[in-house]
């Protein structure tokens, strides 16, 4: 196990629901990250926040929120979802922000919209 | 425009042969390149990790090489085993503060007795 855990591992949710996605790591750092990862694509960071700050939005859907209340856990709040939003969503954490740091993965949260 | 392109896209071989992974890049300022690991139905996990200055870096049977001048990695995995079923991931860092990551797609290794 790479320490970092995600909840729910399966989710399946109309367009017209609202869930969340939980992650939390056990390693101590200070930056964490959403990735959404679809089929034959390569991963898309979706949010990065350092330190509870949120220092990257790479102009994802406001149906799309992220939360971070404190360096151990990251939340994504989903609210009517698509369709083509069905995807493996993928936390990292990483002890600080910089190109030298390795990002450990958690497990994802397989994602179906229908 | 940064982008990191893997070949095959996907490889089936027999166990205990060995096989190699290719990775080109267009990325700048580059900072390093690491191979990751993804097995089915897991996130990623790291393998290997090299800066500009390393040519070869190995861990176990995982030996990725790097290129900086032709901007091409590769990864040669020997005597493979049955649990290498995976995706294999190439990543390249890019150079600055905010370590912005650039995915390849990836190769998909099926191992078979």
């Known amino acids: 196990e790479t320490g970092v855990t995600q909840t729910p591992r399966h989710l399946v949710m109309g367009m017209t629901n609202k869930k969340s996605l939980k992650c939390e790591q056990h390693?101590?750092?200070?930056?964490m990250y959403w990735y959404k990862q679809s089929a034959k694509k390569p991963l898309e960071l979706m949010f990065v926040?350092?330190?509870?700050?949120?220092?990257e939005n790479n102009s994802v859907p406001s149906r799309f929120s992220p939360e971070c209340p404190n360096s151990s856990h990251l939340f994504l709040h989903l609210h009517t979802l698509q369709p083509e939003d069905s995807a493996l969503y993928l936390c990292?954490?990483?002890?600080?922000?910089?190109?030298?740091?390795?990002?450990?993965f958690g497990p994802g949260t397989r994602l179906l919209v229908l | 425009k940064n982008q990191v392109e893997q070949s095959p896209q996907s490889l089936i071989i027999l166990e205990g042969k060995n096989c190699t992974l290719q990775?080109?890049?267009?990325?700048?300022?580059?900072?390093?390149l690491r191979w990751y690991k993804q097995d089915t139905g897991r996130g990623p996990v790291s393998l290997t990790i090299?800066?500009?200055?390393?040519n070869t870096k190995s861990n176990g049977r995982y030996t990725a090489t790097l290129d900086a001048d032709t901007k091409q990695s590769s990864l040669h995995i020997t005597a493979s085993q049955l649990s290498d079923s995976a995706s294999y991931i190439c990543?390249?860092?890019?150079?600055?503060?905010?370590?912005?990551?650039?995915f390849g797609k990836g190769t998909k290794l099926s191992v078979k007795p």
């Open positions: 926040y350092s330190l509870e700050e949120r220092v």
């Open positions: 990775c080109n890049y267009t990325v700048s300022p580059f900072s390093n």
């Open positions: 090299m800066t500009f200055s390393e």
């Open positions: 990292a954490s990483s002890l600080q922000i910089g190109a030298g740091e390795t990002q450990y």
């Open positions: 990543v390249v860092s890019v150079g600055g503060s905010q370590g912005n990551l650039i």
């Open positions: 390693l101590g750092h200070n930056a």
